[in-house]
């Protein structure tokens, strides 16, 4: 039962008992026994009152308490979070792309910026070359010789296209510039015939000098009959008529020499061949001779 039921019962039945003891002792007579009795009556009943009022304020058992609870202090630890700490991501790197150089037309690859250095390549049209420096001739950067492992030459960059950032290759300055020379390679061509027969020779110079002027010696060995030729081109014929009209040769450039003119066709003899180049006309300047059999 709640406890303010218990409280009014309780109280209601003090009162009953109480209004009983007043009305007893209204018919004793002052100082009577019966009096002092109901007086003792009284007193007894109160007390057994206070005692059944004092055990009904305890709360019974097995039923919850009334009495408000202070709400439990709040805790100063900060609750555990199941979100979990964000942390920086590493930016991405960017592999650094290597700087390509396309050429879109044959050009020269030589030891330092200009023909007065020895040819060290040539690289063809639709060729790529890996760009791996700079250099303080504006026109010129340094790209590795496909044709030989761990070797470099300076590309002239008037035909090629370049790809890439080069601002972080290494800055390399022209090596000495060296003495000037006159080189050039020779071989068998093609048989040319215009009146006669003309045995053909490619020539390229591989120098650092122009060359102006050329001139050639062809010996049949099998009949001990020679031809030869001199002047100021290297031109290449196509019968009579001049196909490509070459005036001189550049460090680097190709052009051809012919032996004039073997009154039958030596082809599939035994021959030997005298070339002789020059850096002036007339055959004057430097010149270099290069000799070698063939077999047109």
Same mark, same amino acid.
């Given at each position: ?10 109280? *209601? ?17 002052? =100082? ?5 009795? /109901? ?16 055990? /009904?304020?305890?709360?019974?058992? =097995? ?22 700490? #964000?942390?920086?991501? &590493? ?11 396309? #050429? ?8 330092? &910026? ?10 063809? /049209? ?40 080069? +601002? ?12 000037? $020379? ?13 009146? =006669? ?15 102006? $002027? ?22 290449? *014929? ?10 001189? *040769? ?12 073997? /009154? ?14 020059? $850096? ?10 290069? +000799?070698?059999?063939?077999? &047109?």
């Amino acid at each position: 039962m709640p406890f303010h039921r218990v409280r009014f019962t309780a109280l *209601l039945g003090l009162a009953a008992i109480m209004v009983s003891a007043c009305a007893l002792s209204g018919l004793l007579l002052p =100082g009577s026994k019966p009096a002092e009795e /109901a007086t003792q009556t009284m007193q007894a009943v109160a007390t057994e009152a206070q005692a059944t009022l004092d055990a /009904a304020s305890q709360p019974t058992p =097995g039923e919850a308490s009334t009495a408000t609870s202070a709400p439990p202090a709040a805790s100063s630890t900060p609750a555990p979070s199941d979100t979990p700490a #964000v942390t920086d991501t &590493p930016a991405n790197t960017a592999t650094p792309t290597v700087p390509i150089a396309h #050429v879109n037309q044959n050009t020269n690859c030589r030891t330092g &910026p200009g023909t007065m250095y020895d040819l060290r390549y040539t690289a063809g /049209a639709g060729t790529d070359l890996t760009v791996v420096g700079r250099t303080t001739a504006n026109d010129y950067l340094i790209v590795n010789d496909p044709n030989h492992a761990g070797q470099t030459c300076w590309l002239w960059l008037r035909y090629v296209d370049v790809s890439g950032d080069i +601002s972080v290759l290494p800055l390399s300055t022209p090596p000495p510039t060296p003495t000037p $020379s006159i080189g050039f390679s020779a071989s068998y061509s093609y048989m040319e015939g215009c009146v =006669g027969w003309d045995p053909g020779f490619k020539i390229e110079n591989t120098g650092s000098l122009t060359l102006k $002027s050329v001139s050639v010696t062809a010996k049949d060995n099998d009949t001990g009959t020679s031809e030869s030729f001199s002047g100021d081109n290297f031109d290449k *014929l196509g019968g009579c008529p001049v196909v490509t009209g070459i005036p001189k *040769l550049e460090p680097g450039d190709t052009g051809y020499a012919y032996a004039h003119s073997f /009154a039958y066709d030596p082809s599939g003899h035994s021959m030997h061949a005298t070339i002789k180049v020059c $850096s002036e006309t007339g055959l004057g300047g430097l010149c270099a001779t290069r +000799s070698f059999d063939f077999t &047109p």
